[in-house]
């Protein structure tokens, strides 16, 4: 038995076409059924398109009568022409007037299906229509047959049956498969009755020609469902495609939306276009040397490759940008350490995301770009994403808030926390680091100045260093730092002033 798998193994590995065969065969199969008018029909139901599709082949049907009036009155020009060329038969003119008379009426007649608010109001306008067209056909050809027959003792046979036969099912605008049959088996038996007419006494086996003429228009009734039948096939397949199509445009519209949506809630909108150029040219790239490679193995192995290299060190451009003028503040959950150790885990991270989804609207609010979370750390910038010149107070009211709204999580959930605050002003160096997993973040003195700020700070408070409060325009109550700050190696190195907020001057 092992010896078996083992030569089962071995020829599939040797035959690799074989392991795809089911699914080739089980394509196949999809592919005949797609060319199943009774799965089309039923997969358009399925899908509750069959209305969609009536609608779409009612304008088709406008289009081909469109074409048909055009070469109706094309052939009755030309068989008109061609009568004015028997001057000396006198009696012509009764046939070019029939002709032209029921050339008018048929366009006069088939032209109420142009009005499409008619159409979709009175749908039996379509039928009565397309009857009444066709008994005009009939009955001048007929007629004309009729009259030569009683007047001038001429027994001639109609030359518009297998005509008007084809122009039931290819150019009228009766819809479906049924209607256009009893239309076309009604023409057959007017014409297979009249032809019973012309031939008695002219031929001895009159039963033969007569069933010769019935076979030949029932052909031609069958090869005219035949072509309806087909035609309903190709329109319903370019129809589900077309929807097909139409869906995957929209599912695709609505990811790129949601990658992009997704990519601006972390990165700013000018990094996020350079970071996604910078992708698309390396797919590119990565597509060209694909191509160039003809060995199986470098094939086979192209991909890890592939993402060897975009691991190297200084592969591809560095997405860092300066920011001048910019507020940055860093806030810190108090208390978060006993927290970790006395509350149950799930009740903790329902907490935070309770605190942190608060914070992010109220950064949105304020114009303020949130950089990431670090724990129980949540810090921010203003004026980076979108310069602004009110950065340094959107980053106050934002501090603000967060104390708010840490407040009312501490209400609502019973839990012994509060927030210490930071928030300076000055330049940072913003970008994309690493390879495989990108992060955004900022870096600079200030960065550091901020994230001391919010050390030394006080609890439920804001802390803000000179330059901030420089830039508040005195719209806040503030009083000096803690002695913490003033202590800091840090602060001091850098000759920061630091300031408590109060409130908001009304």
Known sequence: MDSYFDSAIEYNRSNPLSLNRPHEQSQSIQNEKN?????????????????????????????????????????????????????EITYVYVDMVAYLCSGFIIWFVLSVNFRSELVSKHGWVVYASSWLAVCVMVLMDIGLNVYHATSHNDILNPIYD?????????????????????????????????????????????????????????????????????????????????????EENLLLRYARDQERSLLLSILPAQIADRLQEDVKNRIERSKQQHQQRSQVDLRRSSDSQTLRRWRQPNHGPLFIEPHEDVTILYADVVNYTHLTTTLDVKKLVEALHDLFVRFDIASEEYDVLRIKFLGDCYYCVAGLANPNADHAKCCVDLGLRMIKDIRDVREKRHLNIDMRIGVHSGDVLSGVIGAAKWQFDIWSKDVDIANRLEATGATGRVHVSQETLALLDGEYFFEDGTEKAREDPVLQKHGIRTFLIKSLRL
């Open 35 to 87: 060319w199943e008018w009774s799965y089309l029909v039923r997969k358009c139901r399925n899908l509750e398109l069959e209305e969609s599709y009536d609608l779409y082949m009612r304008r088709l049907r406008v289009g081909y009568l469109s074409l048909f009036i055009f070469i109706h009155v094309a052939v009755t020009v030309i068989h008109t022409l061609l009568l004015l060329t028997t001057p």
């Open 162 to 246: 297998a005509y008007t036969l084809y122009a039931i099912y290819m150019f009228m605008p009766v819809p479906y498969l049924l209607q256009p049959f009893v239309l076309g088996s009604a023409v057959t038996l007017c014409y297979i009755i009249n032809y019973s007419f012309v031939i008695t006494g002219k031929e001895d086996n009159q039963m033969h020609s007569i069933l010769n003429e019935a076979i030949y228009l029932s052909c031609v009734n069958l090869l005219g469902i035949f072509f309806r039948l087909m035609r309903d096939i190709a329109l319903r397949t370019t129809f589900l495609d077309r929807r097909q199509y139409v």
